[in-house]
């Protein structure tokens, strides 16, 4: 088992840090963790934030940790070259596809959401976002028109075959947990959104254990404020899966809590927290590590099938929390090494 970890830039480091003192506290046998360069700092030792080393270190893992990219002495830098490049290079290069976000709220910190406690404490969901389609990567321009206006245009499409494999990642998250997948689109307006719900429809057939239902897009923002219980697994474009995984994500706390995954065809999968690279707080150890073990659990369990020891993980994380172990972000004081000693004690 080879894990690639790229810790990155700003808080990266402090916070991956972290999380590799919980992987190493499993003591799992036959783990091996890779370092690799990613994002500015990697830029300044190498000229790129994604060098073929790194590249070749994440191709010879079973899975990636990463902490965060970004780094604002490299903002002057042309875009391919930028700290971000790092991410979406490795989104494309390795196929990352399937963007899961979980949302749930963990006891004790009901009051930090900014829904009514009664609605907020019914969230357990998770949002499975396509990741490598839709109007992100469609034909786009700024172009003149023959009257003179400006008119900019991206064009939205999905193949068959992409929608096919998200709808399958939906589906096997949704036989993991509730057994039921709300498939998220805008088919009364969007032709695209036609052809992903009769496709998702057709896939439906593989899984018929799982309760299928449609939402438009509109009505699933809403929907997520108003009654969020009802949702178990959701499944959606990269469009909408950006806007909503965000939205679902805060309502349930902070930023420093929330963990995510990238996952290709397979077991592969790049695991990361949701925050970006925080300079603001960078380098004085007050970042909230929590959302980095949690990715950590994450990747345990989908790239490695080591479902029990990502329970733990997210246990002695839960029990942390409930015993009053919070981070700035939570309004508490404790700092990154001490909420990573608080949650390696209560592994
Ligand atoms: P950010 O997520 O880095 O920070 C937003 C706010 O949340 C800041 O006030 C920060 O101090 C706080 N925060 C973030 N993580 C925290 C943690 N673990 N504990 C406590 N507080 C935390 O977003 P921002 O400021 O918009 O972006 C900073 C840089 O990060 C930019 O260069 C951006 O492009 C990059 N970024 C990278 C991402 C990635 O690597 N996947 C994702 C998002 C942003
Ligand atoms: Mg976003």
Redesign the pocket.
């Known amino acids: 088992m080879r894990i690639a970890v790229f810790a990155?830039?700003?808080?990266?480091p402090e916070?991956t840090e972290q999380a590799v003192r919980v992987l190493e506290k499993l003591g799992l046998p036959g783990l091996e963790l890779v370092e690799g360069d990613v994002?500015g700092m990697a830029y300044r030792k190498h000229g790129h934030p994604l060098p073929q080393a790194t590249l070749d270190i994440a191709r010879g893992a079973d899975a990636i940790l990463?902490?965060?990219?970004?780094?604002?002495s490299c903002d002057n830098l042309e875009r391919h070259l930028r700290?971000?490049q790092a991410?979406l290079g490795l989104r494309k290069e390795l196929g990352l596809f399937a963007n899961l976000r979980p949302a749930r709220v963990f006891p004790g910190l009901e009051h930090l959401t900014t829904l009514r406690r009664e609605v907020a404490e019914t969230i357990d969901l998770l949002i499975v976002r396509e990741l490598n389609g839709d109007v992100y990567f469609g034909e786009k321009g700024i172009r003149t028109l023959p009257d003179g206006r400006r008119q900019g245009w991206d064009m939205m499409s999905y193949a068959e075959d992409e929608v096919r494999r998200i709808a399958r990642a939906g589906f096997d998250a949704a036989m993991t947990r509730g057994r039921r997948l709300c498939s998220v689109d805008k088919a009364n307006v969007l032709e695209t959104s036609q052809l992903w719900r009769d496709v998702v429809i057709e896939v439906s057939a593989e899984y018929p254990e799982v309760e299928l239902s449609h939402m438009y897009v509109d009505n699933a923002a809403m929907q997520l404020v108003k009654n969020p219980g009802q949702f178990d697994v959701i499944v959606t474009g990269n469009l909408f899966g950006d806007i909503l995984s965000d939205q679902a994500s805060m309502c349930v706390g902070?930023?420093?809590l929330l963990a995510s995954a990238s996952l290709a065809e397979g077991s592969f999968g790049l695991y990361?927290?949701?925050?970006?690279?925080?300079?603001?707080?960078a380098g004085k150890g007050?970042?909230?590590?929590?959302?980095?073990i949690l990715s950590a659990a994450m990747l345990l369990r989908h790239s490695l099938g080591m479902e029990a020891e990502a329970a733990r993980i997210e246990a002695a994380v839960a029990r942390a929390l409930a015993d009053g172990i919070n981070?700035?972000?939570l309004g508490g004081s404790a700092g990154t090494r001490e909420i990573g000693d608080a949650v390696v004690e209560r592994l």
């Open positions: 990155g830039d700003g808080i990266g916070v994002g990463f902490g965060a990219v970004g780094d604002f700290p971000e991410i902070s930023i420093g990361e927290p949701i925050h970006g690279s925080a300079p603001d707080i007050l970042a909230n590590p929590m959302a980095t981070g700035g972000d």
